[in-house]
């Protein structure tokens, strides 16, 4: 798979990655996978993750500022 930034391939990697869903709220989702691009690092999720990070994100609790996740596969 290519980059659609730059151009270069895309590596499948496994990662912990932030996602903001409130003004003062943040979701990390810990040992993710997503492709990666080995030169400028731009990354790209499956849609099948996608999906599962969207229900988790539905699922996580609206109260705290921050809550970690993790991404059992």
Partial sequence: ???HV???ELKRIVT???FKTGL???VIIKQMPVFQCEHCGEYVLADDVMGR???MLAQADR???LEILQ???
């Fill in 71 to 73: 991404y059992a596969a």
């Fill in 24 to 26: 003062s709220r943040i």
């Fill in 16 to 18: 912990d990655m932030p």
């Fill in 1 to 3: 798979m290519k980059c």
């Fill in 6 to 8: 730059c151009g270069a």
């Fill in 63 to 65: 109260k705290a500022e």
């Fill in 53 to 55: 990070i969207e229900i």
